[in-house]
C-alpha cells in the first residue's frame, strides 16, 4: 500500500485543489493537506469535492492561538485567534494509511514518544526541538503540560489544576487582606472613640483668659483628631475594605468551575480515545500473531484450507489496522482539543491574575493616599492650639482676672488723732 | 502749743539739715523730714544729729517699691526696690503734736476717715486723689486693699487671701493638664498596642512575589506608626506630663502658707494697735471730760483744792493726750509696714502668676510640637509601603511563580500509530 499511495501523490500534485482545501509544508518538508471547513486533514491531496471528508489523521493544530491574551479577555469568553503558527508536533514520518506490512520483519521502531496518563509526549532528545509557544513572558501556556506527580506517587495533579488553584488562593488573598483592613478599621475606631471622650473632659476647666481659651482649644483639638481617624475608617471601609471584599463576587468561582469541569472533561474523553487505541493495538498484535501463526503452517504443509484461512487473517489483520489507524486518528484529534482549549484557558486564567495583581494593587495605594491624608488632615488639628497659645498674654489675663476680682482699689492712710 | 511749735517752724527752716536728714513736700505742700539710716519721719525740723530720733510720727511710706517686678523674683525673696515715690498718703492736716486744746470748744471735726477690719481708709471723696502705684498694670498691688465680705455679711475675706487663692488654684490647674496628659497618654499606648499586634498578623501571608512584598511593608508599617505613637506618648510623658506634675513641687505651697502667715501677721498686729488706739481715746475722753467736771465746780465755787485737782486733771489729760499720740503712731507704722509688705508680696504672686503662665503655655505648646512632629513621622511610615506598592509587577510575579510551580514544559505531541 505504501507504493500505491506514494504513486498517487506523484500523480496528483500537479492537479488543482478541490475548493476549501489548502497545502501546507511541515518542518519535515513533507507537504499535508487542511479543509478548511471540516478541518480535516490529510496526507492525501484531495484530488475533488466528492473524496471530502478525507479520513482525519495526524491531525496538525495549525488553529491559532491569542498572541498578547491582553485585550479584553474577559472570563468565559474565548481568546481571539492570530495567525500564530504552532510548531506543536513532530510529524508522523510515515505518511498516513501506513500499516504495518504483514510481512515476517522485526520491525526496529525506536521509541520517540511517550504517553503518560493518556498525554502523549516526545521523549526526551527526540523530535525537533520545540520553542516556547510565548518565548520570555513566563506564560502559564508554555509550562504546565505535564501532570505533577504526588510526592508518594500514587495520585497526581494536572497542572491545569494547579492555575486553578492559584486563582483560587488569589481570591482566598483578596479576603484576608480585607479582613486585615477591617481589623484597622476597629483600631481606629476605638481611637477616634477614645480621643473624642477625653476631648470633653472638665480637667482644668476652670482656667481663664488667654490660657484658658488655648487649654479649651488643646481640648477640643482631640475631637477633631477623632473625626479625622474616623473619617479615616469610614474611606477605609469604602475604599478599600468592601471592594476587596466585593471584587470577583461568588460568580468568579462558578466560572472557575466551569473551566475546571471542562478542561476535566476533555481529559476524560483522551483517557477513553486512549483505551480504544490500546484495546486496537491489542486487537492488531493478535490478528497479526494469528496471521504468523497460519502462515508457519502453511511452510509446514501446504494445503488449501490453510491459504484460505491465511487469506481471511490476512483481511482481518487489515481491518485491525485500520480500525487502529481510525482510533489513532480520534485520540489524535482528542489531544489537539484538548490542547487548543489548554492554551486559550490558560491565557485566561493568566489574564486574570494580571487583573488581580493591578487590581490589588491599585486599593492598596488607595489605603496609602488614605493614611497620607489623614496624617496631613491632622496636623491640621493642632494649628488653631498653636495660634491661640502663641497668643497667651500674660498681662492681659491678670487685667482680665483682677477685673473680675478685685476688692477693692483705695489704699489705706495713716490715722487721725 | 500750736504756737511754739509754729515758732520753731519759722525759726530753723533756713537753718542746714542735720547729716542723714532729708527734706520732702507732701501733696499738701507741707515739708516734712526724713532720717535716712533710722527711717524715721517728722513734721520738725530736725536741729541736730543729737535730737535723733525725733518721735516717729505720721510715718509716711516713701520707701520704694519695685517697678517691673519681673526681674528675677523668686519665692521668698524680696522685690528689689527702686525709687518710685509713692503718693500713699494723705496727709493728717494737723502737724505732729497737736493736741485737742483743753478748751470748752465744740470741736468740728470733719470725717474724712473710716477704719474696717482695723484698717484706715479714705471717705469717699476726701483727701486728695489717689493715682494707681503701677497705673495700666492692672497689677495686684492696686486692686486689693479692701477685705472682701462674705454675701451673709458675717465674716470676709482679706484681698490677700484672694490672690493667694489663686496660686493655689493655679496649682490645681497645673495638675489637672497633667492629668489629662496621661489620659491621652493611656490612649495613645492602647493604639500603638493595637497596631503592633495588628502588624504581625498572618492574613494573606501566601501572598507572592512583587506584590506579597508590597503587602508584607503595609503590614509592617502598621508596626513603624506603633512605634511613632509610642515614641510620641514617651515625649509627651517626660516633657509635658511630668514638668507639669513637678513644676513648683511640694515647697510652693509651704512658701504660699509663709506669705499668708507672715501677711496675716501683720493684720493680727494691727488689730492689737488698734484695740490699743481705741483704749486710749476713751482714756483721753474720760480724762477731758474729768477735767471739765472739776473746771466746772471752779467756776461755782473758788476753792485751793479744786484748783490743785484741777492742776491734776490736766495733767492727767495732758498724758492722755500723749498716750493716744503715740498709740496712734505706733498704729500708723504698723499699717504702714502691713502696707509695705503687702505691695511686695503682691508683686511677688503677681510675678508668680505671670511666670506659671508662660511655663504652662511653653509646655503645652511642646505638646503640639510633639504632635506635629507625630503626624510627620506617621506620613513617612507609608512611604516605603508606597514605593513598594509603585514596583508591583504582574510579569515578574508571573515569571516567580511559574519558575516555582511549573509542571512541565514538554508539549504533547501527536501519537504514533
Known amino acids: 500500500m505504501d507504493s500505491t499511495l506514494t504513486n498517487s501523490r506523484e500523480a ?28 480535516e486533514t490529510t496526507w492525501r491531496r484531495p484530488s475533488s469535492p466528492a473524496e471530502a471528508p478525507q ?22 469568553q474565548r481568546a481571539e485567534t492570530t495567525t500564530v503558527a504552532l510548531r506543536k508536533l513532530t510529524i508522523n514520518k510515515r505518511p498516513p494509511g501506513a500499516v504495518s506490512p504483514a510481512k515476517r520483519q522485526i520491525k526496529e521502531v525506536k521509541e520517540t514518544k ?37 510526592p508518594q506517587g500514587t495520585t497526581s495533579v494536572a497542572g491545569f489544576e494547579v492555575l486553578l488553584q492559584k486563582q483560587l488562593k488569589g481570591k482566598q488573598m483578596q479576603k484576608e487582606m480585607a479582613e486585615f483592613v477591617h481589623e484597622r478599621i476597629k483600631i481606629e475606631e476605638e481611637y477616634a472613640k477614645n480621643l473624642s471622650k477625653l ?17 479649651t482649644q488643646l481640648k477640643k483639638s482631640l475631637h477633631d483628631e477623632a473625626e479625622v481617624h474616623l473619617k479615616f475608617s469610614n474611606k477605609l471601609h469604602s475604599e478599600v475594605e468592601k471592594p476587596l471584599l466585593t471584587f470577583r463576587g461568588d460568580n468568579f468561582k462558578k466560572d472557575l468551575k466551569k473551566y475546571d469541569h471542562h478542561i476535566a472533561d476533555l481529559r476524560k474523553q483522551l483517557a477513553s480515545r486512549y483505551a480504544s487505541v490500546e484495546k486496537a493495538r491489542k486487537a492488531l498484535a493478535d490478528r497479526q500473531k494469528d496471521l504468523e501463526v497460519k502462515t508457519q503452517q502453511l511452510e509446514i504443509k501446504l494445503s488449501n484450507k490453510t491459504e484460505e484461512d491465511i487469506k481471511k487473517a490476512r483481511r482481518k489483520s487489515t481491518q485491525a489496522g485500520d480500525d487502529l489507524m481510525r482510533c489513532v486518528d480520534l485520540y489524535n484529534q482528542t489531544q489537539s482539543k484538548w490542547f487548543e482549549e489548554m492554551v486559550t484557558t490558560s491565557m485566561e486564567l493568566e489574564k486574570l491574575e494580571v487583573d488581580r495583581i493591578e487590581w490589588i494593587q491599585q486599593h492598596l495605594r488607595q489605603y496609602t493616599t488614605l493614611r497620607h491624608e489623614t496624617d496631613m488632615f491632622n496636623q491640621s488639628t493642632v494649628e488653631p492650639v498653636d495660634q491661640l497659645l502663641q497668643t497667651v498674654d500674660p498681662g492681659k489675663d491678670r487685667e482680665l482676672w483682677v477685673k473680675e476680682n478685685k476688692t477693692g482699689e483705695v489704699r489705706p492712710v495713716d490715722m487721725d488723732i
Do not use: M
Open 199 to 215: 476631648s470633653l473632659s472638665t480637667l482644668a476647666a476652670q482656667e481663664e483668659g488667654t490660657l484658658g481659651e488655648a487649654w
Open 55 to 76: 479520513r482525519p489523521l495526524a491531525r496538525h493544530n495549525s488553529s491559532t492561538y491569542a498572541t498578547g491574551c491582553h485585550s479584553g479577555a474577559k472570563t468565559g
Open 12 to 39: 496528483t500534485e500537479s492537479r488543482p485543489l478541490p475548493p476549501g482545501w489548502t497545502s501546507y509544508t511541515s518542518p519535515d518538508g513533507l507537504t499535508y493537506y487542511v479543509n478548511g471547513c471540516s478541518k
Open 114 to 150: 511517550t504517553t503518560i496518563n493518556c498525554v502523549t509526549f516526545p521523549l526526551p532528545g527526540e523530535g525537533p526541538e520545540q520553542q516556547l509557544l510565548k518565548p520570555n513572558e513566563w506564560s502559564y501556556c508554555d509550562y504546565f503540560w505535564t501532570d505533577r506527580k504526588d
